[in-house]
C-alpha cells in the first residue's frame, strides 16, 4: 500500500507519466488493431486506404495548410500505410525538404514505395518503425504527422517519448483523430476503437512534453486536428 500511494503521489507531482485508462507499459490498441493482425486482413483494408474518393473527406490540402508544412522542411508520416499522404507531404516540402514514410509493416511499406515510384516522389525515404519507436532521425524531423493512427498505438507513451526525440527544437506533433461518438466512424466503430475522446487525448499527449497550439474539427461529427509543439 505505502509504494502504491508512493507512486500515486509521484504521478500527483508530475513526476512520472501515468496513460490515462492504462497502466504503464500495457498495450492498449488491441480493439483497433484486431483488423491488422494479417496481411490478408491489411491488403483488404488497402483497397479503402486508396480510395481516390477518400480526398473530399480526408481534405489533404486543407490539412497540409493546416499543418504549417513549408518548402524545405522535413516530415515524417507515421503510420503511412500504403502512402496515401506522400504525394500531398512531397509536393509542399518540395525538392529541398524531405518526406519520411513510416510503418510497422513490410507489405504496407512495399505499397507506399510502389506508390512513391509510381508518381516519381524523389524525395521521400521509408523506414520500417516498431511498436514503441517509428526510428525515425533524432532531432531531425520539423513535423511528425500522425493521420488516423494515434488510436493505433498499442505503447502510446514509448511513441510520444520517441516522436518527441525526432522532433527538432520547436517541432511538432499533427494529429488527427477520430472522436469516440457513435457517428465518428461507420457502424459505431469508434466507440470501441478509439481509446480516449479528443479532451483526454490532448491530457495524454500533453503529459508527455509537449503542448497543444491549435485544435479544429477536421471532418465534421467524425474527425478532428491537433497541433502540438515540442516542449
Known amino acids: ?28 490498441a488491441g480493439e483497433a488493431n484486431s483488423g491488422y493482425r494479417t496481411e490478408q486482413q491489411r491488403k483488404g483494408l488497402a483497397a479503402g486506404l486508396a480510395d481516390p474518393a477518400r480526398d473530399e473527406k480526408q481534405k489533404p490540402g486543407e490539412l497540409i495548410r493546416a499543418m504549417g508544412l513549408q ?60 511498436e514503441t519507436d517509428p526510428k525515425l532521425p533524432e532531432a531531425g524531423v520539423d513535423i511528425v504527422l500522425a493521420l488516423d493512427v494515434y488510436h493505433h498505438f498499442d505503447y502510446p507513451e514509448k511513441m510520444l517519448a520517441a516522436i518527441h526525440r525526432s522532433l527538432k527544437p520547436g517541432g511538432k506533433l499533427v494529429v488527427v483523430e477520430y472522436y469516440k461518438r457513435q457517428e465518428a466512424m461507420p457502424e459505431g466503430r469508434a ?4 481509446r480516449l475522446d479528443m479532451p483526454d487525448l490532448i491530457k495524454e499527449i500533453e503529459a508527455n512534453r509537449f503542448h497543444l ?3 479544429q474539427e477536421h471532418v465534421p461529427d467524425s474527425q478532428y486536428l491537433l497541433i502540438l509543439r515540442k516542449n
Open 1 to 28: 500500500m505505502r509504494i502504491a500511494r508512493v507512486f500515486a503521489g509521484l504521478a500527483l507531482a508530475g513526476l512520472i507519466n501515468v496513460s490515462l485508462n492504462a497502466p504503464l507499459g500495457a498495450q492498449v
Open 71 to 130: 518548402p524545405g522542411m522535413t516530415v515524417a508520416d507515421v503510420g503511412t500505410g500504403i502512402g496515401y499522404m506522400l504525394p500531398f507531404l512531397s509536393r509542399r516540402a518540395g525538392p529541398t525538404g524531405r518526406v519520411i514514410a513510416e510503418d510497422i509493416f513490410d507489405d504496407f511499406l512495399a505499397s507506399a514505395k510502389q506508390r512513391a515510384a509510381n508518381l516519381k516522389l524523389e524525395n521521400v525515404t521509408f523506414v520500417k518503425g516498431t
Open 191 to 194: 466507440l470501441t476503437h478509439i
Open 213 to 215: 497550439i491549435a485544435e
